[in-house]
Every structure is written in C-alpha cells, then in structure tokens.
C-alpha cells in the first residue's frame, strides 16, 4: 500500500520537509546529501507514496482539477478529446472531471456551476450556447476557461476548433469532382458555429461548380440523431423521386440515420452512392460504397487547449486567441 509523505519521513529517519524537497525534485537545490536523496527515492520506489490532495489544496488554495464540459461523452469524437486531454492532465499531475450535457444550455449552465463548487483550476468546453457564461466572468480570482470545438464569434475566452470551412470545402470539391454533379447535405442543429461553417465551405464548393442555387441542396434538422437523418433522405426521396448520386453529412450519426432509411426503403444501399461525412469510424470500412470522411485531430485540438488552460493557471495567458486545427480527409475504396 502507498505511503504518505509523513510515513515515508517517519519510516525512513529523515523530515517530512525533506521528503517533499527530494519528491519535488528540490533536493539539490537545497543541499540535501545524494545519500539521503537515495535513502528516500529507494523507499518510494519499493513502497510508493500517496500524495494527500484535500490538505495541498488547501495549502496551494487550487484543487488541481480541471473540467470537461461537452454535449455528450457517447459521440466517438468526444471521446477521444476527452482521452487525449486525459493523458495531459495526468503528465501534469492535474485531475479531469467530464460531464456530458446534451446540447442543453439550462444544464450546461448548472454543470459549470457544480464543477466551479468544486473549484476546479480550469475548464475546457464544448458551448451549446454562445458563452456569456457569467458565473466565470465574474469570478475572483478569475478562472482558467477554454472553448473547444465550437467556435463562436466572442472575445471573451480562448478557443480552440478544427478548421470547418477549409475541411467542408475540400471534401466537397472532391465529391463533386468524382461525381460530376451537385452532392446533396444532410446536416443538424445548423445553430452551432461548426455546422455554420461547414455549410459555408459546401456553399463555396457549388457557386464554384457553377450552382447558384445550392441552398436547395442543404437539408437541415433541429437535432444531431439517427431519426434527423432518417426524416431527411425520405423527404428527399418522396420529393425527388429517387437517390441522390451523392451525399455529405455533418455527423456520423445523421449518416447512420440516411443509411437505416435506405436499406429500409430500398431493401440494399446501392453501390454507386458516393458518400461523404464529418468525423470517422471503423465500421466505415464495412460499407461497400466509396466514402470520404473527414478526420479531425483531436490529439492537436487536445495539446492547444491544454497549453491555454496551463498558461491561464500560471497567469501566462495573455489576450484570448481562436486557435484552427487542420483536419485531413481519408478515402475509403
């Protein structure tokens, strides 16, 4: 079992001082005898220590804690932020404490409240609402925040997002070059900056194919699930007669829903539909279909965030800065 700092003082002969100057890595600092130093680190080593948080905390005033604010910790794309913020934190000896809000602004508002009772040292969040977010303004000392993923018009808080227009736009070149047509969107919750943005980059790729009329093309519902995206190819469908030759969709699980309503309306998904979609997933590669799925990088949108929320807590950070990550496109056969 772990010891504390005071056992490991009291079993090896030497101060609790001592053992938190050769913990922390002071010891030569302070002329501590390499002996001693080695009397100390060759006990850790056989016993280990247990640092004793609730008493640093309140000697420091910082629970070395961050929160994670983020619509909903299911979505692979969170998921993967969320690990990669994991490992951060943890180099840095720094706790993360993730809660999902379902694109909720009443329970985004009531999770921050809960995670700043706690008072967490910084909070990385995905808003699903522009990020007034008082309760951090008005806090003293003030707090250290970063917005992730999307990315709204404000000059309040950093912010940290993939870079949605340049991505949407690539990937909509590629279809149409491939299909030799206009590629219909199937997109959700259009409120949100990164969907905003993503119909922008479309929007740029067909006036440049030459179609004006490409607001025909876009296909929105309120709601990022499986029914928006069964709802929105059967309306298609029923008005048009028939499949589009080509798709996009803002979101593996719109796509999800296209792909159910298909195969139910169709009995199969036609080989020759050329598909396209933000974020990735390994079961892509099962489908038969050419597919183009755009991969964001959330290792680099993690590493960003983080290095904004350690520069706020060392009183680093200067002005608030919009970070963009480039995403990159993979095609599947």
Request: charged share 25%.
């Amino acid at each position: 079992m772990p010891k504390t700092i005071k056992e490991i003082a009291s079993e090896t002969g030497v101060s609790i001082t001592t053992v938190r100057l050769v913990i922390g890595g002071n010891a030569e600092k302070y002329r501590i005898s390499v002996k001693t130093q080695k009397l100390v680190n060759d006990y850790i080593a056989i016993h280990g220590y247990v640092l004793h948080h609730a008493a640093r905390s309140l000697k420091l005033k910082r629970s070395d804690a961050v929160g994670f604010v983020v619509p909903d910790l299911g979505n692979p794309f969170f998921a993967r932020l969320m690990a990669a913020m994991e490992r951060h934190c943890r180099s840095s000896n720094l706790v993360l404490l993730s809660a999902s809000t379902n694109d909720d602004p009443e329970l985004e508002t009531r999770t921050i409240d809960n995670f700043l009772a706690r008072d967490v040292d910084g909070l990385i969040i995905a808003p699903c609402q522009f990020p007034t977010h008082k309760q951090l303004l008005n806090r003293k000392p003030r707090i250290a925040v970063v917005m992730v993923d999307r990315d709204y018009p404000q000059d309040r808080f950093p912010s940290v997002a993939s870079d949605n227009v340049g991505s949407s736009l690539a990937l909509t070149r590629r279809m149409i070059s491939e299909t030799n047509g206009p590629v219909d969107f199937f997109c959700a919750y259009t409120t949100l900056p990164s969907i905003r943005d993503r119909i922008s980059g479309f929007s740029t790729a067909m006036i440049e194919n030459g179609r004006m009329e490409w607001p025909n093309f876009v296909h929105s519902a309120a709601e990022d699930s499986v029914a928006s995206g069964r709802k929105l190819i059967r309306e298609l469908m029923q008005s048009r007669g028939a499949l589009p030759r080509a798709f996009m969709t803002s979101s593996l699980l719109v796509l999800e829903g296209v792909m159910q309503e298909v195969k139910t309306a169709t009995g199969t998904i036609p080989g020759d539909l050329l598909i396209g979609t933000f974020d990735d997933h390994a079961m892509l590669d099962f489908l038969p279909n050419r597919i183009y799925s755009v991969v964001q990088n959330e290792k680099e949108l993690a590493a960003l965030a983080f290095e904004s929320i350690e520069g706020q807590m060392k009183n680093n950070c200067g002005e608030p800065r919009h970070m963009t990550v480039e995403s990159r496109i993979v095609c599947r056969n």
